[in-house]
């Protein structure tokens, strides 16, 4: 009996692997976009992995339901009413790009963060997932718990809110 229940653990074992190896990014991507941290995203998947482990997920269906779960444990992670900046980060191109650029481009950068945090969470969560994240509606709607034409129209919505807060701050 023993034997048996180790071939099973070991078979497992080598399955999880393969669920970690294959979605690990897509967690990340999806804990991210919400929590804009990189410590909480990582804690966050590392969460749904400890959690996917111990009740075994079917491997034909995990894609799913690994995306949902990390998409609930990041929001988890958030305060009840989050007040934080959005993360700044460090991806602007090295070369020869003046100070006076670099301070613009991250002014613009900031300016863009804090018009996609004001958006309504109803719209802020697809337009992130799907324009910066490049999930598809059918992922998000999946993790959102909606119909994949009401992901569409709430990503289009926010282009469009972006859009004419932008139009107003530059007039």
Same mark, same amino acid.
């Given at each position: 009996? $023993? /034997?048996?229940?180790?071939?099973?653990?070991?078979?497992?074992?080598?399955?999880?692997?393969?669920?970690?190896?294959?979605?690990?990014?897509?967690?990340?991507?999806?804990?991210?976009?919400? =929590?804009?941290?990189?410590?909480?995203?990582?804690?966050?998947?590392? /969460?749904?992995?400890?959690?996917?482990? @111990?009740?075994?997920?079917?491997?034909?269906?995990?894609?799913?339901?690994?995306?949902?779960?990390?998409?609930?444990?990041?929001?988890?992670?958030? !305060?009840?009413?989050?007040? *934080?900046?959005?993360?700044?980060?460090?991806?602007?191109?090295?070369?020869?790009?003046?100070?006076?650029?670099?301070?613009?481009?991250?002014? $613009?950068?900031? *300016?863009?963060?804090?018009?996609?945090?004001?958006? !309504?969470?109803?719209? *802020?969560?697809?337009?992130?997932?799907?324009?910066?994240?490049?999930?598809?509606?059918?992922? =998000?709607?999946?993790?959102?718990?909606? !119909?994949?034409?009401?992901?569409?129209?709430?990503?289009? @919505?926010?282009?469009?809110?972006?859009?004419?807060?932008?139009?107003?701050?530059?007039?």
């Amino acid at each position: 009996m $023993e /034997d048996l229940v180790l071939v099973r653990k070991n078979e497992w074992d080598a399955v999880f692997a393969g669920l970690v190896q294959e979605h690990a990014r897509l967690l990340y991507r999806v804990a991210y976009a919400v =929590v804009r941290n990189q410590q909480d995203a990582e804690d966050a998947v590392q /969460d749904v992995f400890l959690k996917a482990y @111990r009740t075994r997920p079917n491997p034909q269906d995990a894609r799913a339901y690994l995306a949902r779960a990390a998409y609930r444990s990041a929001l988890d992670r958030l !305060p009840r009413k989050d007040t *934080r900046a959005f993360a700044e980060h460090e991806d602007f191109p090295a070369g020869t790009v003046s100070q006076e650029e670099l301070a613009a481009g991250w002014s $613009e950068q900031r *300016r863009l963060h804090r018009l996609i945090d004001g958006l !309504p969470e109803e719209l *802020r969560q697809p337009l992130l997932l799907t324009a910066i994240e490049g999930l598809t509606s059918r992922e =998000v709607a999946g993790m959102l718990g909606i !119909p994949e034409g009401t992901v569409r129209t709430r990503a289009q @919505r926010a282009r469009e809110e972006l859009r004419k807060r932008l139009e107003r701050r530059r007039a």
